[in-house]
């Protein structure tokens, strides 16, 4: 149903990035709060990691809205900076779900 609103929003709003980044913000924060509720319950090891990668993620991407920049090596703007958080994001993100997946064989 989110699907359907956001694919109609973003049909009327003329391709807006603003809707996708208020459709993708509402995602990441309620899979965070999904996540975050596994792993105080301790029902699925590795979901603490998952957490830990996707308010990474969120803040990458807070990041990347942003305008800053600054130069380490070369010049990196907002989407380099975006990148550089978002690296360590996935790395927490396949680690958590590596953990799960371990959990469930043994």
Not at 23 to 43: H, N, P, Q, T, W
């Given at each position: 149903?989110?699907?359907?609103?956001?694919?109609?929003?973003?049909?009327?709003?003329?391709?807006?990035?603003?809707?996708?980044?208020?459709?993708?913000?509402?995602?990441?924060?309620?899979?965070?709060?999904?996540?975050?509720?596994?792993?105080?319950?301790?029902?699925?090891?590795?979901?603490?990691?998952?957490?830990?990668?996707?308010?990474?993620?969120?803040?990458?991407?807070?990041?990347?809205?942003?305008?800053?920049?600054?130069?380490?090596?070369?010049?990196?703007?907002?989407?380099?900076?975006?990148?550089l958080v978002q690296f360590p994001a996935l790395v927490l993100?396949?680690?958590?779900?590596?953990?799960?997946?371990?959990?469930?064989?043994?």
């Amino acid at each position: 149903m989110a699907g359907v609103v956001f694919y109609s929003m973003t049909l009327f709003g003329n391709g807006s990035f603003l809707v996708f980044t208020v459709y993708e913000g509402m995602a990441m924060l309620f899979a965070l709060a999904v996540y975050i509720r596994i792993a105080l319950k301790k029902s699925m090891r590795g979901a603490a990691t998952i957490s830990s990668g996707i308010g990474l993620t969120i803040a990458a991407a807070a990041l990347q809205a942003g305008s800053l920049g600054f130069t380490f090596i070369w010049p990196l703007d907002h989407n380099g900076i975006f990148h550089l958080v978002q690296f360590p994001a996935l790395v927490l993100l396949a680690h958590g779900l590596q953990s799960s997946i371990v959990n469930r064989k043994s």
